[in-house]
C-alpha cells in the first residue's frame, strides 16, 4: 500500500517555540519523492521542498529544516522560532517516477502559532 | 504574471444543477489535476490530464466530468450526480517529470444547498 499519514491533526505552539511536523509514508518503491507543501488562509497550496528518495541529506532553509529517514520512513518538518505567519495547514505527499503520475497527500495538520 | 488562475472563487449552486469550475494556466505546463479538499480528509484526486486531448481519472472521479481542449484550460465540470458536491476544488498543474512539484491554483470553493 502506498499512504502518507500525518497523524497530527491540530498543533498549537505559542510564537518562538520550536515545532515539528510529522509525516510517515509507506511504499515498497525504492524511487519515490516526497513534499511538503503550506496551505495559508487564502487557501492556495504553496510548494516548500522535494526530497528524492536517494537524498537523505537534512535540508535547512532559514527557520525550516526537513528531516528525512528511510529507516523509519519519515519526512518530518521543524520549524524553528515559530511566528504568527507560519499558522497554516501543513501537508506531507508522495509522488513516483512512473505509474499514473498521481501524488498522494496526507491529511494536513493544521498548525497555530499564538502571539 | 504566470500562474494558475480559478473562478469563481465561490460558487452556489441548487442541488440537481451541473455547474462547471474553471481553471486556467499560463505557465505552459503540461500535466493538469484537479482535487477535492474536504475538512479533515486531505486532498483526493478528481481527474489529471497529461497532455491535450487526454485525460484520467483519479480516485474519486464519479460525479465529475473534465476537458482539456487546449493546454492552458482544464475545466471540471460538477455534475447533478455527484452525491456530495459541496467542497473545496483546487486546481494544480505541473511542468515535465512526476518528480517536479505541483502549483497550485487559489480554490473554488463550491456550495450545493
Known amino acids: 500500500a502506498q499512504k502518507v499519514t500525518q497523524a497530527q491533526t491540530e498543533i498549537s505552539v505559542v510564537e518562538k517555540e520550536d515545532v515539528t511536523l510529522d509525516c510517515v509514508y509507506e511504499?515498497?518503491?525504492?524511487?519515490?519523492?516526497l513534499f511538503w507543501y503550506k496551505q495559508p488562509p487564502s487557501g492556495e497550496l504553496v510548494f516548500l521542498i522535494r526530497?528524492?528518495?536517494?537524498?537523505?541529506q537534512n535540508e535547512i532553509s532559514g527557520r525550516y529544516s526537513w528531516n528525512f529517514q528511510k529507516s523509519t520512513s519519515s519526512f518530518n518538518f521543524t520549524i524553528t522560532a515559530s511566528q504568527v505567519v507560519d499558522s497554516a495547514v501543513y501537508f506531507c505527499?508522495?509522488?513516483?517516477?512512473?505509474?499514473?503520475?498521481?501524488?498522494?497527500f496526507g491529511t494536513g495538520t493544521r498548525l497555530k502559532v499564538l502571539a | 504574471d504566470g500562474g494558475i488562475t480559478q473562478s469563481p472563487k465561490y460558487l452556489f449552486r441548487k442541488e440537481g444543477q451541473n455547474v462547471t469550475l474553471s481553471c486556467e494556466q499560463n505557465?505552459?505546463?503540461?500535466?493538469m489535476y484537479w482535487y477535492r479538499q474536504d475538512p479533515g480528509q486531505g486532498l483526493r484526486l478528481i481527474y489529471y490530464?497529461?497532455?491535450?486531448?487526454?485525460?484520467q481519472k483519479g480516485d474519486i472521479a464519479e460525479g465529475y466530468s473534465v476537458s482539456r481542449e487546449k493546454k492552458e484550460s482544464f475545466p471540471l465540470t460538477v455534475t447533478s450526480a455527484q452525491k456530495n458536491p459541496t467542497a473545496f476544488y483546487l486546481c494544480?498543474?505541473?511542468?515535465?517529470?512526476?518528480?517536479?512539484?505541483?502549483?497550485f491554483g487559489n480554490g473554488t470553493r463550491l456550495t450545493v444547498t
Open positions: 494544480a498543474t505541473r511542468l515535465g517529470t512526476v518528480n517536479s512539484p505541483l502549483h
Open positions: 526530497r528524492n528518495s536517494f537524498d537523505e
Open positions: 511504499t515498497r518503491d525504492t524511487t519515490y519523492y
Open positions: 490530464s497529461q497532455i491535450v486531448n487526454d485525460f
Open positions: 505557465l505552459n505546463h503540461d500535466a
Open positions: 505527499a508522495l509522488s513516483f517516477p512512473s505509474g499514473t503520475y498521481k501524488y498522494i
